[in-house]
């Protein structure tokens, strides 16, 4: 069975300070991660994934995830937070190890102070 | 732009009054989901097409239905709406490369249905 957990429910930074939003993972084989965001009222969106090589990957809005097989993580990250990253978060992994249907994390409620 | 859309935006029903929602896609995907999502919480998966085929969660209940006319359109029925079926709907689509289901590719997802029961 393949699972997702985000230990923290909600990170505070401060506008202009670098958030880190963690998330750990647990699948059979290499996994590939992914990272969504939904802003109220509106769908998921895809952030960024990881699937092989380079263990730091970039994705859209500035946002990147640094890729760790021993510490089985894959936490989200930015240098410079903006309010507009307010937002709720979502951490998922899928196959090929796995079962291709998605398991996602219970999110992490990002809240950017100005 | 491909995209994934769903009808309505925000919809309000009588308890025990059917409903259903709609999701359209022009991204040609053969993985189709309903997700429901309650206050904040991850997305629970209800059920998903793998191209024809109907997968319905084990603890999905029988009042949740869906039916796939075709590859582009897909429904959610929800026969007798009881109040703790209030919550936001997600459609999101994924692809196929022949049969195989592209685990390394992202979810689409639409806007979402938000339903309130009255």
């Known amino acids: 069975a393949q699972s997702v957990a985000q230990p923290e429910d909600q990170v505070n930074v401060a506008e202009g300070n670098p958030l880190t939003v963690k998330c750990t993972y647990s699948v059979s084989g290499n996994p590939y991660l992914f990272w969504y965001v939904q802003y109220p009222n509106r769908g998921l969106q895809f952030l960024l994934k990881y699937i092989t090589g380079d263990n730091l990957v970039k994705g859209s809005y500035g946002f990147e995830a640094e890729f760790n097989k021993s510490q089985t993580s894959f936490h989200l990250k930015k240098p410079s937070a903006l309010v507009s990253d307010s937002a709720l978060y979502f951490c998922a992994v899928r196959g090929p190890g796995g079962s291709y249907i998605p398991t996602f994390g219970r999110g992490t409620s990002l809240i950017v102070h100005p | 732009d491909a995209m994934v859309i769903q009808n309505p935006r925000y919809q309000v029903t009588q308890f025990g009054k059917p409903v259903t929602l709609s999701c359209s896609q022009t991204?040609?995907?053969?993985?189709m989901y309903w997700y429901q999502q309650k206050s904040s919480q991850a997305p629970k998966l209800l059920f998903h097409y793998y191209d024809k085929d109907f997968n319905n969660e084990a603890d999905t209940p029988d009042n949740f239905q869906s039916r796939r006319p075709n590859t582009s359109f897909c429904f959610l029925d929800i026969r007798s709406p009881g109040l703790g079926d209030a919550a936001m709907y997600l459609c999101a689509t994924s692809p196929l490369v022949g049969h195989h289901p592209q685990s390394n590719q992202p979810q689409h997802f639409g806007d979402g249905t938000r339903l309130s029961i009255l």
């Open positions: 991204l040609n995907h053969n993985v």
